[in-house]
């Protein structure tokens, strides 16, 4: 917590972004740096299901490429949260990550093909 502390009254940082996927880390983060007017975005689209998601500055994440709407929907205060819609996209993401043994990016780029967005899931 030290170094978050420091980060957070360092007029050179303007906030953070987290993806520890650590509910009770990601609480002390938004505590620490909103006490401090500053930027807390969150990379962790599993975060999402953790009504705490709301209080962040917005959201970084790789499933942002293939589910854009359902990821702003879960910032948008007007929105009711749809848990059950995240835990099937981050279902079907991982279900994807077995079958080729890759990571989240690569996942996601083997999707988008097989959706014909991108002809080639290659860099």
Same mark, same amino acid.
């Given at each position: 917590m030290k170094f978050l502390e420091e980060a957070a009254n360092n007029? %050179?940082? *303007?906030?953070i972004k987290d993806t520890s996927g650590e509910p009770e880390y990601f609480e002390k983060v *938004? $505590? /620490?740096f909103h006490s401090k007017g500053? +930027?807390?975005? #969150?990379?962790? &689209? %599993?975060?999402? #299901?953790? $009504?705490? /998601? =709301?209080? @962040?500055?917005?959201?970084v994440s790789v499933e942002a490429n293939l589910y854009s $709407?359902?990821? @702003? !929907?879960?910032?948008? +205060?007007?929105n009711k949260f749809n848990s059950e819609k995240l835990k099937k996209i981050m279902a079907?993401?991982?279900? =994807? %990550? !077995? $079958? /080729?043994?890759?990571?989240? &990016?690569?996942?996601? %780029?083997s999707i988008l @093909?097989?959706? +014909?967005?991108?002809?080639s899931d290659l860099a």
């Open positions: 007029p %050179k940082v *303007l906030g *938004l $505590e /620490i500053k +930027k807390v975005m #969150q990379g962790d &689209t %599993k975060a999402g #299901q953790n $009504e705490s /998601i =709301r209080k @962040v500055d917005g959201m $709407e359902d990821l @702003v !929907a879960l910032l948008d +205060k007007n079907d993401i991982a279900n =994807r %990550k !077995a $079958e /080729i043994n890759g990571d989240s &990016t690569a996942a996601i %780029k @093909v097989d959706a +014909k967005i991108f002809e």
